[in-house]
């Protein structure tokens, strides 16, 4: 007859048992390298989602912490051999890894994200509109223009985007010298 503490032994070495038999097998599936980067890749999206719940609740140091982290998370995976970012969420990928580097105003790879996911759905009016947002804080007026009018004919509905384009109209300043002489 067994006691109960060893069958509750029992029970968890077969469990630990199953767990490493499972990670044995994902690892000589994959390979070492593609479940370290899965790890990676879910370390990032679970950073960049506490950073989303910190900018709700207006924590925007705490934020961007966080979404620092998540960039950085993300860059360790996209370094690792065999990483191909269309296996790792291909427009959802994307979309997220330009919302993060958008977060911490560093525009430029947040635009080369955002093109990126815009090869899969030219029309999508989150992707225009935020490549809109990044080349008018990059300066490049005429792009900004052609992305939220382009977003803006796909949803009209959209009092954001108007207001914006009402703003580029005003504050290109090459319109303004070609206007003056």
């Known amino acids: 007859m067994t006691t109960l503490g060893s069958d509750l032994q029992r029970k968890i070495l077969l469990v630990a048992a199953g767990i490493f038999f499972l990670l044995f ?3 000589s599936w994959f390979g070492w390298h593609s479940v370290q980067r899965q790890l990676l890749l879910m370390e990032a999206r679970n950073h960049y989602d506490i950073a989303q719940r910190e900018v709700g609740k207006r924590h925007y140091r705490r934020a961007r912490a ?7 998370t993300w860059g360790k995976a996209s370094r690792m ?5 269309v296996e790792n969420g291909g427009y959802d990928g994307y979309l997220t890894a330009g919302n993060s580097y958008l977060m911490v105003r560093r ?9 990126q996911a815009l090869k899969y759905d030219p029309n999508a009016v989150t992707v225009l509109s935020a ?3 990044c080349a008018y804080s990059l300066g490049d007026y005429e792009s900004a223009r052609k992305f939220l009018e382009k977003s803006n004919r796909i949803c009209p509905l959209r009092k954001e985007f108007r207001a914006i384009l009402d703003r580029l109209q005003i504050q290109d300043p ?3 010298k070609d206007k003056r002489g």
């Open 107 to 115: 525009y430029l790879l947040a635009r080369q994200c955002y093109e």
């Open 66 to 72: 966080y979404f620092n982290s998540a960039i950085k």
């Open 25 to 27: 097998l994902a690892v």
């Open 81 to 85: 051999p065999g990483f191909i970012p």
């Open 131 to 133: 490549l809109g947002s």
């Open 174 to 176: 090459r319109e303004k």
